[in-house]
């Protein structure tokens, strides 16, 4: 592919994100971009979310990524939720493109909320733009100190950084205070969120942070 085809492919990109942020907002749907790299907890997370959203009243989507089989997807429905997958193929990325024809199988109309679990990763996500009111990047503990400071973009760009498995924490040299110290002199508008996703701790902190009241719809 040379520049041109780039540049045309990007700006395709950033139209198709347009449309997927006017379609989900005519239908009233908040939607949120996860972001993490792999295993760091993001299906997880997004059905102890989805679990606590639904006795709430709230109606959720889910989509997950793979690039083969569709366990996340499968988690999803058993969790609840109106489930698309997306299936990236060898590319390995998701793009607006990829979930505008995503969206395009759901019933948009009955969704509130609707999480994307983006393919495993924290180094070129913020590249490609979905369209989505929201954005959170998860690092898990094992993650260890200084991924803050080598891979800023994400971070920067990401105004709620969520440290998981602090459940690990006397096993690991690590402590999620070192991480949120390392995310807020990046980002001070930035909120870190400490979870223990297996116990659901701190999600509901997670929740809150993410503007959500039980007593009303964003
Ligand atoms: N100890 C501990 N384990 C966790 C926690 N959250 C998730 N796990 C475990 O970590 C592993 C990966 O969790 P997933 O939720 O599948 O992670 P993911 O980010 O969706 O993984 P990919 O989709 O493969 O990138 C599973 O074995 C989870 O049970 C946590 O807070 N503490
Ligand atoms: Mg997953």
């Known amino acids: ?9 990007l700006i395709r990109q950033m139209r198709f994100a347009d449309a997927n942020f006017h379609l989900l907002k005519e239908n009233g749907v908040h939607s949120i971009n996860v972001m993490g790299p792999v295993g760091c907890g993001k299906t997880t997370i997004i059905e102890q979310l989805i679990e606590r959203l639904i006795s709430c009243g709230l109606a959720v989507g889910a989509i997950a990524t793979a690039a083969g089989g569709d366990t996340d997807y499968q988690r999803f429905l058993t969790s609840g939720a109106r489930s698309a997958n997306i299936n990236t193929g060898e590319n390995g990325y998701i793009n607006a493109i990829s979930l505008s024809s995503a969206l395009s199988s759901l019933d948009l109309g009955a969704i509130d909320v609707l999480f994307i679990e983006n393919v495993p990763g924290i180094i070129s996500l913020v590249d490609y733009p979905l369209g989505t009111s929201e954005e959170i990047v998860i690092l898990p503990l094992t993650a260890g100190n200084g991924v803050v400071q080598s891979y ?3 971070f920067t760009q990401t105004d709620i950084l969520v440290i998981n498995k602090i459940d690990l924490t006397s096993a690991l040299s690590t402590a999620p205070e070192t991480i949120a110290a390392e995310y807020a002199r990046l980002n001070p508008q930035g909120r870190a969120i400490m979870t223990d996703a297996h116990r659901g701790s701190g999600v509901n902190n997670l929740l809150q942070a993410l503007g959500f009241d039980c007593n009303k719809k964003w």
């Open 152 to 154: 800023p973009r994400i």
């Open 1 to 9: 592919m040379d520049v041109t085809d780039r540049e045309e492919l």
